[in-house]
């Protein structure tokens, strides 16, 4: 959770001079009297897409079937189920998810600042100003080694050398795969390195604690169904 909280607030406090995001998300821009989804909103617009913040993913409905989905959902999770077991009282295990509900909360109220200010870092960078496009050879050092992996990818299709990135697929020339804006967004914010270092280290541990809880549902199931069930059931 820290490791994704703390790069949202030094982002926030870069972009709107507010250190929370939730709030700076709903700010205005450093030194300016824009509000950071209205110079988002013209930025996208700028460049072929809807504005952001009137993009429709669906009805009420099926916000609250995906909120459901996401609750009922993680806290049936397997691995997540055993901790509980880890307690030796009923009222620590009541404890610890109380807990568990606030840092999840964090988590989840942070995303949606994390995704609109990663995406308005990235445009800013590729199109410093209206009608204005990085230049490939000038591209940022993030750039160059997000490249080397395959997720990030330039095809210069009208020769000009530089980054033309559109909604437009005929004309867009920049790819960027999903999957890298929460580990890149620092870098696309030029934050220092040990931040970057920070999230890199937050989605390790976060991998590995995953792991580690599945592993102790899988042994404990293979232990008690398979072996006391089937293999020695006396």
Do not use: C
Not at 15 to 20: A, Q, R, S
Not at 68 to 94: C, E, N, Q, W, Y
Not at 215 to 222: E, N, R
Request: net charge negative.
């Amino acid at each position: 959770i820290l490791a994704y909280t703390i790069p949202a607030i030094f982002i926030s406090l870069q972009l709107t001079g507010n250190p929370i995001p939730q709030i700076g998300l709903g700010s205005t821009m450093a030194g300016t009297d824009v509000y950071l989804l209205d110079r988002l909103d013209q930025v996208v617009t700028e460049l072929g897409f809807s504005e952001y913040t009137t993009q429709v993913r669906g009805d009420t409905l099926n916000m609250f079937v995906y909120t459901m989905s996401l609750m009922i959902g993680t806290a049936g999770l397997p691995h997540v189920i055993i901790r509980f077991f880890t307690v030796p009282k009923v009222r620590d295990a009541r404890t610890s998810a109380g807990w568990a509900l606030v840092f999840i909360a964090i988590l989840y109220t942070t995303a949606p600042a994390v995704s609109a200010m990663a995406r308005l870092n990235l445009m800013d960078t590729v199109n410093p100003a209206p009608g204005q496009h990085l230049a490939y050879d000038e591209r940022p050092t993030w750039f160059k080694n997000w490249e080397k992996t395959g997720l990030l990818g330039f095809d210069d299709k009208n020769g000009d050398g530089n980054i033309n990135y559109t909604s437009d697929a005929a004309t867009n020339e920049l790819k960027v795969d999903n999957d890298i804006m929460v580990l890149a967004n620092p870098e696309i914010a030029k934050l220092p390195n040990w931040v970057i270092a920070l999230v890199a280290a937050g989605g390790l541990a976060a991998a590995l604690s995953t792991a580690a809880g599945l592993l102790l549902a899988i042994s404990s199931a293979i232990s008690h169904d398979l072996i006391k069930g089937v293999i020695n059931p006396n």
